[in-house]
Nanobody
Framework: QVQLVESGGGLVQAGGSLRLSCAAS??????MGWYRQAPGKERELVAA???????NYADSVKGRFTISRDNAKNTVILQMNNLKPEDTAVYYC???????????WGTGTLVTVSS
């Protein structure tokens, strides 16, 4: 079983920055990423990065958010800059293990952006 520990959420003013971190207890992951779910909305992909590949981003965060991963430490980082009130949501870490192939989810960390 893989445990994911998320950190870095909080309250920030519009235009500010936050850095989310997710550490996996063990495993090798083909994809590591972040999703978010705002109140009354469906969960959506924010950013994901495959092992050895190019990251992809939701259009709404392109140019503001940067995702990175450290395979040696089994961590994925989401650097969020120029935050907007519409970025307010619970952010969930997601990783896809290679063997066996399955997805794991973190418990979520709340990001609140005030106007």
């Amino acid at each position: 079983q893989v445990q994911l520990v998320e950190s870095g959420g909080g309250l920030v003013q519009a235009g500010g920055s936050l850095r989310l971190s997710c550490a996996a207890s063990r495993g090798i992951f083909s994809i590591m990423g972040w999703y978010r779910q705002a109140p009354g909305k469906e969960r959506e992909l924010v950013a994901a990065i495959p092992i050895g590949g190019i990251a992809n981003y939701a259009d709404s965060v392109k140019g503001r958010f940067t995702i990175s991963r450290d395979n040696a430490k089994n961590t994925v980082i989401l650097q969020m800059n120029n935050l907007k009130p519409e970025d307010t949501a619970v952010y969930y870490c997601n990783v896809r293990a290679i063997l066996p192939s399955r997805d794991y989810w973190g418990t979520g960390t709340l990001v609140t952006v005030s106007s």
